[in-house]
């Protein structure tokens, strides 16, 4: 009885089985498949794409060969101002400041005023009794010449005198009056303040910048040429790059440097070199190399520490591929694709020791000899984990 039944179950189960030939024949073919299912890291993961996918992603391959890999130097760098962006505000004359806008940090624009000074008046002998005698002796023009109106008045009313004598005689007496009361505001001033005079200077920014350093306030004294304040141009900045006094005859001087800040993920930019004067530090025996920094952006300061990577004359010999043909996943790790068979690309893992003048120098994971993909790399990578489809 079990043998009747099963019959019939089998006879189902082998038409359920069976391919439809129209279905397989309307189902296109998988422009690209991967198989990675069950291999191994050492068995990476293979792209096979159709002639088509492989025409319309450009595909393009290179093969790696050795070359000479430039040699590479790290050294520790600063951020300096150059020479001649420092400029050092003095007092034009001796006197006492006023209205000063000292902050330090605070942004100057060139021929902003900065402060104003009331000078010192020379010191003369006995100046309040000069100041006295001066008063005393404007006192009495003005008497005389209030004598000669009252006299020119007088005749005028008898008729022995003229209008213009009487207008003579009044412009003469208050002239007389001016002079004694600048005489009494001279006296007044003396005994207020003997040495400062009624005038004031406006000192004024030489050039646009920061300022760095502030010796003086407002209210303060100061003698003639004596420094102010300090103001620092930005605008030029160089970094200096401390360099081993043994490794200097293997450093390329007339190649650029490499800088970024020393933390991960720093951006990375090229500066030319400059000529600077010879300085050098024997206590560390390092000597000094000047690169030009544009600080238009403020992203730079003086006195930062930044990373310097210089070529050398030292060469090793390395297996290059061209830098497009490295792709990194979001670890950091960096792969290329090798072309193993028509339209098939298998995924390598390798180390990157530089990259320079657009060719990677690879340390470990790839032979002289395999085609690596360039062009079509990053596609790869997107169909190989989804990002592509």
Known sequence: ????????????????????????????????????????????????????????????????????????????????????????????????????????????????????????????????????????AAKARLDAAQIRLRRAQKMLEDGAGSRRAVDDANGEMLASKAAVDAAQGKLDAILK??????????????ADGFLRQVTAQSGQSVTGGAAVCEIADWSRLWVKALVFSGELASVRRDAGARVRRPASGAVEITLPPVAAPPTADPNAATVDLYYALDSGSGAFRPGERLEVRLESENTRTRVQVPSEAIVYDIHGGAWVYEEVGPQAYARRRVEVERIAGGRAYIARGLQTGARIVTTGAAELFGTEFGAGK
Do not use: W
Request: hydrophobic share 45%; charged share 20%.
């Open 193 to 206: 303040a003997a040495l400062d005079a009624d005038v004031s200077i406006a000192v004024r920014a030489p």
């Open 1 to 136: 009885m079990k043998r009747v039944l099963c019959i019939p179950a089998l006879l189902i189960l082998h038409g359920c089985g069976q391919d439809n030939p129209k279905a397989a024949a309307a189902k296109p073919p998988a422009a690209a498949r991967v198989s990675n299912s069950g291999i191994q890291e050492k068995d990476l993961a293979t792209v096979r794409l159709t002639a088509r996918a492989a025409e319309r992603l450009g595909i393009s391959t290179v093969q790696a060969s050795l070359g000479k890999m430039p040699g590479e130097r790290v050294y520790p760098g600063e951020v300096v101002l150059p020479p001649g962006q420092v400029y050092v505000v003095t007092a034009p004359a001796g006197g006492t400041i006023l209205s000063a806008s000292f902050e330090i940090g605070r942004a100057v624009r060139k021929g902003e005023t900065l402060f104003t000074l009331r000078p010192f008046l020379a010191p003369e002998r006995n100046l309040q009794g000069q100041a006295k005698a001066d008063l005393d």
